[in-house]
């Protein structure tokens, strides 16, 4: 997910990697009589914001983010130069000097084009379409035609290895029941699914695993050989998982892509 100067843009024709990155829910569904954990997913990261989906970056996982004035983009759905193909923006993650991390919305203030990961040689970001450019902490540079900076999101530093960053209205709610199928018994979960974001169910046996990605159906007597739901557009999603145990909890993990 490296985004490159706006000079090596034909670079970005690169295969985009993938990863499963974990948004706080606030409530993850046990498998006991229905029983909901009323505690943080992880527990390392709580929001400020009620509303907000946290997600982890570890510093560890992009070489960028382990130098002052590296940058990445993190991606939640399909975008393209002009905007997002679904609701919501790239994330930038900067970092300044020593410790300082910048979490930014890649929207651009001028007209909404999707601003490029911070080009330390150039000493900004430079939007693709008009120009604009913007420092590491998003501020615009003078002369820019971009109206005023990128939007920030409250991120913090573990002082180690751990960032969080908050997403504005990206919580989401999970309910879950037992039922009985044509194949056996299944346990049902639904959540709020927004538009082209993909999702995986994790499975956890006590709220201090990491959690182990499940394959589910679509339908209660359907096979359970699906491992990611895309949805098209904001919908309830509805998925329903083989009873192997009869404790533990679920979650739902989102895909991020780094381009």
Known sequence: MNELSLENRAENRLPRR???KHFVVGIAVSTILGRKWFATVLADCTPTIATAGILQVRLSDFPALQSEQ?????????????GPVGTYYPVLVNRGTGNQFFALNSRCT??????????????????????????????????????????RYPITFDGVDLLCIEIPNFRYLLTGSSVETGVG????????????????????QSPSDAGTAVSFALTAAGAATSAVY????????????????????????????EG
Not at 71 to 81: C, K, W
Not at 120 to 145: E, K, M, N, Q
Not at 193 to 204: P, T
């Open 185 to 204: 018994p299944r346990f049902r979960l639904q959540f709020a699914a927004k538009g082209r974001v993909s999702y995986e169910i994790l499975y956890r």
């Open 70 to 82: 590296g940058s990445v983009r993190l991606a939640l759905n399909p975008f393209n130069e002009s």
């Open 110 to 151: 001028h007209q909404s084009c999707v601003v490029p990961p911070f080009d330390a040689s150039f000493g900004s970001s430079v939007c693709p379409c008009h120009s604009s450019r913007l420092r590491v902490d998003g501020t615009v540079i003078p002369g820019s035609p971009a109206l005023s900076s990128l939007q």
């Open 230 to 257: 895309i949805s098209t557009a904001a919908t309830t999603a509805t998925v329903y998982i083989d009873r192997t145990s009869q404790t533990g909890f679920y979650s739902v993990a989102v895909q991020i892509t």
């Open 18 to 20: 993938s990863f499963i």
